[in-house]
């Protein structure tokens, strides 16, 4: 890895999160919205400039429970590219622990759900849906400096239909 590749941890990084709390608690609130108004807010396909948002429904590495989360999305052919960073913390997010696990997975989109199987995209395939978040990323929005808060970089995570 090169001192340009996004997840160097020292390369400094002049990014800024809003505190853990207030990122938690819109996690909280958008996936109660969604909940609330039966799935009619919250889900929205990717378009120019602004990626999608997508429901993950997926099963507890644990508790054998259903989980969800709510996560930003792009296509790429019939596949879906998502970002395995949790608020940009150091942790991985549950969700793609629980991927590991078991990675049969079902999305709801703003058209309809789908059954997905998940994987980790390495090298360059990695790097090719890396660079595709950045056509969504918006003015104020840096995401390489964002990566860089964390030791590592973000896992790509594509979700193939089953």
Request: charged share 30%; proline share 9%; glycine share 10%.
């Amino acid at each position: 890895m090169t001192s340009d590749d996004p997840g160097r941890a020292d390369v400094p990084s002049t990014a800024k999160v809003p505190p853990r709390w207030f990122i938690r608690t819109a996690w909280v609130v958008h996936r109660g919205l969604y909940r609330v108004t039966g799935g009619r807010f919250g889900l929205t396909r990717p378009r120019p400039g602004k990626y999608g948002m997508l429901s993950l429904h997926t099963v507890g590495r644990r508790s054998g429970r259903r989980r969800t989360a709510i996560l930003a999305y792009y296509e790429d052919g019939p596949d879906l590219i998502v970002m395995a960073m949790n608020g940009w913390g150091e942790a991985e997010p549950a969700w793609w622990l629980n991927l590991q696990a078991t990675p049969e997975a079902e999305v709801a989109l703003p058209d309809g759900g789908r059954r997905m199987r998940a994987r980790e995209a390495l090298g360059v395939e990695r790097e090719r849906l890396w660079a595709g978040f950045r056509d969504y990323e918006g003015p104020k929005t840096d995401l390489d400096a964002l990566a860089k808060l964390r030791s590592r970089p973000p896992a790509m995570i594509v979700l193939e239909p089953a």
